[in-house]
């Protein structure tokens, strides 16, 4: 997969935050991939709010029994951006 420009600086926030220990664009890891994270969003009212919280508290249930653990010191702002990145997929 090639990025350019914003995608490139998103995906190094996401590596500074850990994100891709569990995740990546394009195939199941840990967690789900970006990609069938976005179509299950996809059209969903309000679906960058109940992403961010999601990935803001943890929780379980959306993708079976795996565990999204919580975010507490990801900042407001880097949390919307890869957020919206994810989202974008």
Request: proline fraction near 3%; charge should be positive.
């Amino acid at each position: 997969m090639i990025f350019a420009g914003t995608a490139v600086a998103d995906l190094k926030l996401a590596q500074k935050e850990g994100c891709l220990g569990c995740h990546s664009v394009d195939k199941k890891l840990v967690g789900p991939a970006w990609k069938d994270v976005a179509a299950k969003y996809k059209g969903a009212a309000g679906a960058e709010a109940k992403l961010l919280k999601k990935v803001r508290e943890g929780g379980k249930g959306n993708w079976g029994d795996i565990i999204q653990p919580p975010n507490t010191t990801t900042s407001d702002a880097d949390l919307k951006m890869l957020v919206k990145f994810v989202l974008s997929q």
